[in-house]
């Protein structure tokens, strides 16, 4: 990093200038360097092509300082970020992050609490973040430069601590388990909650959300968070109090049109029974990834009134339009069992399909590699099995995705 640390008006006009570029490219072209740190401006440049989409709020201030790609990667996006905000409401004292990293999450968050401390045991994320706090304005945040085993000894209190822990081991591939995750949050439950009535964790949506409610003892509520219908992360809220099982589950979809979809229930409600179609209706109902993945396959059955095609198809039908389904809805054209001549007669008319497997024997790309369907179109297929383990192709029309 440099020693004197910030972008250079000649810093910042060299990096507008080859923003667009290819940064492999770029770095192989050592005389545009000469006289400037050139591991520096490549991370800005890489950062703000990275941050374009991901923290646009932050690429919109160019005196952003922008870490190396892997902190840049497992950094929140602002999306999920303001979503973890929302979650708070008023002036709440302290808020502690230990795991500081760019502090998207931080930044975010720390306009309900009074004041914010960011614990970060790299040096260099501790200096890019001192500085950008500056850049933002933020001035009631406090950097300790230590690793949060070290900043919880000391006996700290807050309102609420937000952990977001590392999930790479120490040559660099990724992990999902929570005692393999840095810093193991399931040997400092003590002192999480001598120091904090409520402990807010981040970790990956490819954990086990089962296992995680066993390890950390304490959950109180689980959040699904997804992008566009895309898992991105689970939200543990952790309470003093331990129980067995959260009170509150909630699958959230945040979308790009601002017309999110939220589907919260009780751990109660989980277990509500099930009915199962007998016959499929005109629509089909597939329930966004969210939901799938917090396992509300038969309470989102319950309370929008559809009947399940069998327990390990989360496929939905009715003969009713449910508009505010949660998910992605079809109009039913066709149903066949996939023997070769309706699969002849389906494929001459049917060139491009987009192909689902739900509880089905074949991958899509197999099915595609047997029928030579090609992606695309405006046909869907769903390649599935019925509540009488009857194996059939559904054939629809997508009416929308709410």
Excluded at 95 to 108: E, M, Q, S, W
Excluded at 122 to 132: F, P, Q, T, V
Excluded at 255 to 277: D, H, L, R, V
Aim: proline share 5%.
């Amino acid at each position: 990093m440099k020693e004197i640390f910030g972008l250079s008006d000649e810093d910042l006009r060299f990096i507008e200038k080859h923003e667009q570029d290819d940064i492999r490219d770029l770095a192989l072209r050592k005389s545009l360097f000469e006289g400037r740190d050139a591991s520096f401006l490549l991370s800005q440049i890489a950062g703000r092509k990275m941050a374009k989409n991901k923290i646009p709020s932050w690429y919109a201030n160019p005196q952003i300082v922008y870490p190396q790609h892997l902190s840049m990667e497992q950094a929140s996006s602002e999306t999920t970020a303001s979503y973890k905000a929302s979650l708070l409401s008023g002036s709440q004292g302290r808020l502690i992050d230990l795991t500081g990293g760019l502090g998207v999450d931080f930044v975010a968050m720390l306009p309900n609490f009074d004041e914010g401390v960011y614990v970060e045991s790299s040096e260099e994320l501790c200096r890019i973040a001192a500085y950008n706090f500056g850049v933002l304005g933020i001035e009631n945040a406090t950097i300790e430069n230590t690793s949060a085993e070290d900043y919880l000894s000391r006996n700290p209190q807050a309102d609420l601590i937000y952990i977001d822990p590392s999930r790479r081991d120490t040559n660099g591939r990724k992990i999902f388990r929570i005692q393999d995750c840095q810093p193991n949050v399931s040997e400092l439950i003590p002192m999480l909650t001598s120091a904090s009535p409520r402990i807010l964790l981040k970790y990956s949506p490819m954990l086990d959300i089962g296992l995680a409610v066993q390890s950390l003892a304490n959950v109180s509520e689980v959040h699904v968070v997804a992008v566009d219908n895309e898992c991105r992360e689970l939200l543990f809220v952790l309470e003093i109090t331990p129980t067995k099982t959260p009170s509150r589950y909630v699958a959230v979809n945040l979308k790009k049109n601002g017309q999110s979809e939220i589907f919260s229930f009780s751990s109660q409600e989980k277990m509500s029974p099930t009915n199962y179609a007998q016959a499929l209706g005109s629509y089909l109902y597939e329930p966004n990834a969210a939901i799938l993945k917090v396992g509300g396959f038969d309470i989102v059955a319950s309370r929008y009134d559809v009947l399940k095609l069998h327990p390990n198809t989360h496929l939905y039908t009715c003969d009713e339009l449910k508009n505010d389904f949660p998910g992605r809805i079809f109009e039913v054209e066709d149903v066949f069992s996939p023997n070769k001549h309706h699969l002849r007669n389906f494929v001459s008319n049917n060139p491009q399909a987009n192909i689902s497997v739900r509880n089905y024997p074949d991958s899509v790309a197999e099915i595609r590699k047997k029928t030579g369907i090609k992606e695309g179109g405006n046909r869907y297929v769903f390649a599935t099995t019925l509540n009488d383990g009857q194996k059939k192709w559904i054939v629809c029309s997508k009416i929308g995705y709410k």
